[in-house]
């Protein structure tokens, strides 16, 4: 009986082991920042976030190819919650990578920042499992309240202060939302667990306007964390405000929790209205690329440019749930990584014109092909991922993406897809404009921080490689979401 109780418990600390290593390391860095001066030289603080992630990134492998498991009654281990996690792992330690010259520049707390960004990090791996609706509730909430935080960190700047403001009330409007659709499932079922919920429902006892009315406000407050139309409005300033590396997170971290969460939900929860949820989305989802695309064209602000950019390509990946029975899950999965790569890249080029007395403007990139070739060359590949030309990443991800939609004969989407494909090229080309046909302002080489050249060496090598031999990757998340459904 004692071995057979070791042995349980060894599993689940296996199980929950990426979660586990994150909680410890933010806490180490907390402790450690807590008891050295702030004065002292912090350089330590983001090789110990980055040391943290690698090791709760390989604890994610090891676990790659085990069959679905439940945990503690309200986790559930399956393909989908490892692929989002690994793309979180990833994302969040390219951006502890980049941050550390800017907040060396900006801020003298910088282990709280890095600790923050770990347990927001840990709240990304908590709801891309979560089977429980107060588990979700409670890490959507937890990613949320360190979300905000990170956003106003720079107290003394009155951009990150507002920034911050505005994000907390919407985001707080829309969460009492998605609770109040939460408390509205219970009260109709009796159950938070997500399969139990289906079971009752699908039992024929419950009204379907409720249930449609249910579904609705869960979906507004998950659609916030995506930064879907119309619940986006928050996000053009609080990327504008906020600490550059925080705009990086909030570009991606949000949007793998979200979409892992909203996927599990409408599948385990409600699959008996997938009619209903599937029409819903098809709106959103070319509301969302139109609307980001079409503003993001009248941007002079670089970040709010990638903030509606960042919008549009939430109405992309919606088009993977779409067509969820066409393999849309899959390619929702494979373009979160593809965009990971070109818009941190994006980013870590914004954060390196960012340094010194240079500015975020569209205009301050004139002549950046003969004051840093590299940095140009760089910004030229992202930006054209990100419009999906190949033989860059986006390209293939954007394929993979329609090809699901013909599938399920959504031809008319894949044709607004396309359409807001060429748009997206028009402002993104403005920005190659300014790089490459405009003469410099100033004749002053641009410095790099050696940080910020690695983070931009990986992320060009990721829209490159993963463009021309998708290959490398498209099949182990084929695998883990044929697991997922069981099969």
């Not at 001066?37 to 330590?44: N, S």
């Not at 281990?77 to 900006?106: C, N, R, T, W």
Request: hydrophobic share 55%.
């Amino acid at each position: 009986m004692l071995g057979d109780t070791t042995q349980n418990l060894a599993l689940i600390l296996w199980q929950l082991s990426p979660e586990l290593i994150l909680l410890l390391t933010g806490l180490i860095i907390l402790l450690v920042d807590a008891i050295r001066p702030h004065q002292a030289d912090q350089g330590w603080s983001p090789y110990a976030a980055l040391a943290g992630l690698v090791v709760a990134l390989v604890a994610c492998i090891t676990l790659l190819g085990q069959p679905p498991a439940t945990v503690l009654a309200v986790l559930t281990l399956d393909g989908l919650a490892l692929v989002a996690k690994i793309l979180a792992l990833v994302s969040v330690g390219m951006v502890a990578l980049f941050s550390g010259p800017y907040m060396q520049e900006h801020s003298r707390h910088q282990g709280a920042f890095y600790a923050l960004l770990i347990f927001a990090t840990l709240a990304i791996t908590l709801v891309a499992g979560a089977s429980n609706l107060v588990l979700i509730f409670l890490a959507v909430d937890f990613l949320s309240i360190t979300s905000y935080i990170l956003t106003g960190y720079l107290r003394e700047d009155r951009r990150s202060s507002e920034a911050a403001i505005k994000y907390f009330l919407y985001g707080a409007a829309l969460s009492a939302m998605m609770l109040y659709g939460m408390s509205l499932l219970f009260g109709l079922t009796g159950a938070t667990d997500l399969h139990a919920i289906a079971a009752q429902l699908g039992a024929g006892t419950t009204e379907h306007v409720t249930v449609l009315l249910a579904m609705l406000f869960v979906m507004a407050g998950l659609g916030f964390k995506v930064a879907a139309v119309p619940f986006h409005q928050w996000a053009p300033d609080a990327y504008e405000g906020a600490p550059t590396p925080v705009t990086a997170f909030l570009s991606l971290g949000p949007k793998v929790a979200g979409f892992a969460v909203l996927a599990r939900f409408l599948l385990f929860a409600l699959p008996q209205f997938q009619v209903d949820w599937t029409t819903l989305l098809l709106s959103l989802s070319a509301m969302t690329m139109t609307g980001g695309n079409l503003i993001a064209i009248w941007q002079k602000n670089i970040k709010r440019l990638l903030a509606y950019s960042s919008i549009a390509q939430a109405g992309y990946l919606m088009i993977g749930l779409v067509a969820v029975s066409g393999g849309g899950l899959a390619s929702l999965l494979f373009y979160l990584a593809v965009y990971l790569f070109a818009n941190l890249g994006a980013f870590a080029v914004v954060l390196a014109m960012s340094r010194g007395e240079l500015g975020e403007q569209i205009e301050d990139y004139a002549g950046l092909s003969q004051r840093s070739p590299g940095l140009a060359l760089a910004m030229l590949l992202f930006l054209l991922s990100l419009a999906g030309i190949p033989p860059l990443a986006g390209f293939v991800g954007k394929v993979n993406l329609f090809v699901a939609a013909v599938n399920e004969g959504l031809i008319w989407l894949v044709v607004v897809g396309v359409l807001n494909s060429v748009i997206s090229l028009y402002y993104y080309l403005q920005v190659v404009r300014q790089i490459y046909l405009l003469p410099p302002t100033s004749e002053e080489p641009v410095s790099i921080p050696r940080p910020i050249t690695t983070t931009l060496l990986i992320a060009t090598a990721g829209v490159l490689v993963l463009g021309i031999y998708p290959s490398l990757l498209l099949p182990l998340i084929e695998t883990a979401v044929q697991a997922f459904f069981g099969g």
